[in-house]
């Protein structure tokens, strides 16, 4: 696909916002390896190699009997039994001495039988977000060479945590911002362009939607319909999207009278056309300086609802119920410093990558 000069305009300008491009370099890595969270940090294996057959845990279910085991149960592959079950091919009794007989079963021969040996390839972290550990001590427990970033308190893995914490934060981030910002931006532009009545009875409209308790409305929808990641996406749209109209409003009411807009009605082009391929694109620079706003305003608002109770399930990775743990857990300050690098490292990636964004649609602004 050809860019055009316009756009190659703008690439080009934000290219040479070094600070902008790096950030977007650092963050794309980042959100890459946590879209792949379930390769890095997963208490089920990658790969097993069984008897000759290939096999996908992370993908599919098996049984305990698929590896010579006795329940139909989905195989824990962290137990000692599974793995030896695995290695030796299911044909010896792993139930009396199963690491010994994983360490005789290295070369491939158990009292002097040769065996077809088995294979299991492990996630680098062996651990999901919400795997229990059995831990020396209380939890949550220190760094150390198994838990980088330590335990919390119900002795699960704080890494695997982050990681799938901040691809859920992330997701949730894009879906809001990218659904509010549509809203607002065809909200605001029809108030401005239209005016008149239009305007007025939309500033009623919104006068009264922004003085909704939003905290209240989220605490008596989750009691009646149960916390959920998509009711909570779909309300924080619902709150968010104003947050830009009266920016697009103000930009179309000033362009509205422009020369070009009346020649445009005059030569009967239509409203819609106007409105999104002509007078939009003169209002993109005051729309993207408000997104970075919008984007950590999310972020925020995310955790905060996990600090207080109110966010994603208790199963789900998140980051504001990790910062719940730091204040619950003073004694451990590992989860606090996560937390903290956790969201800085975040917020400082998206607004700076925003702010060249902004800079590369401003026509005024050219980088040496």
């Keep these: 696909m050809t860019l055009s000069p316009l756009a190659k305009r703008r690439w080009r300008n934000f290219r040479r916002n070094g600070r902008a491009y790096w950030s977007l370099i650092i963050f794309g890595v980042l959100f890459g390896l946590s879209l792949c969270a379930e390769f890095l940090a997963n208490d089920k294996p990658i790969y097993v190699q069984y008897r000759g057959e290939s096999y996908f845990p992370i993908y599919n279910f098996y049984p305990e009997t698929q590896f010579g085991g006795d329940l139909r149960t989905e195989a824990v592959y962290r137990d000692i039994e599974i793995e030896c079950l695995i290695v030796t091919g299911g044909l010896l009794d792993c139930w009396d001495d199963p690491e010994g007989i994983i360490a005789d079963a290295e070369d491939g021969v158990v009292a002097g039988e040769e ?58 981030t894009l879906i809001v911002t990218v659904s509010a910002t549509i809203i607002g931006v065809i909200a605001g532009a029809i108030q401005g362009y239209f005016g008149g009545w239009t305007d007025l009875l939309f500033q009623r409209v919104l006068e009264i939607w922004t003085s909704t308790p939003q905290l209240y409305i989220i605490i008596i929808l989750f009691a009646i319909l149960g916390r959920s ?140």
Aim: hydrophobic share 50%.
């Design 115 to 172: 065996i077809e040996k088995g294979r299991v390839i492990w996630p680098l972290i062996p651990y999901s977000y919400q795997t229990v550990n059995d831990i020396d001590g209380a939890a949550p427990s220190a760094p150390d060479a198994e838990h980088w970033l330590g335990t919390d308190d119900t002795a699960r893995d704080v890494l695997a945590r982050v990681i799938y914490g901040f691809r859920l934060s992330i997701v949730f």
């Design 229 to 368: 990641f998509w009711l909570l996406v779909g309300l924080t749209i619902l709150f968010g999207w104003p947050a830009l109209v009266g920016v697009v409003r103000a930009e179309f009411l000033r362009a509205r009278n422009f020369e070009y807009v009346r020649a445009a009605r005059a030569l009967g082009v239509g409203n819609a056309t106007i409105m999104f391929r002509h007078m939009l694109p003169n209002a993109m620079v005051a729309t993207l300086t408000m997104l970075p706003f919008i984007i950590t305003g999310t972020i925020a608002s995310l955790a905060s609802l996990d600090y207080l109770g109110f966010g994603l399930p208790s199963s789900a990775p998140s980051l504001g119920e990790m910062t719940l743990q730091a204040k619950q857990n003073l004694q451990a300050p590992w989860l606090a410093f996560t937390a903290f690098f956790t969201f800085a490292t975040m917020l400082s990636l998206l607004v700076f990558i925003f702010e060249g964004v902004r800079d590369a649609f401003d026509p005024r602004k050219t980088f040496q």
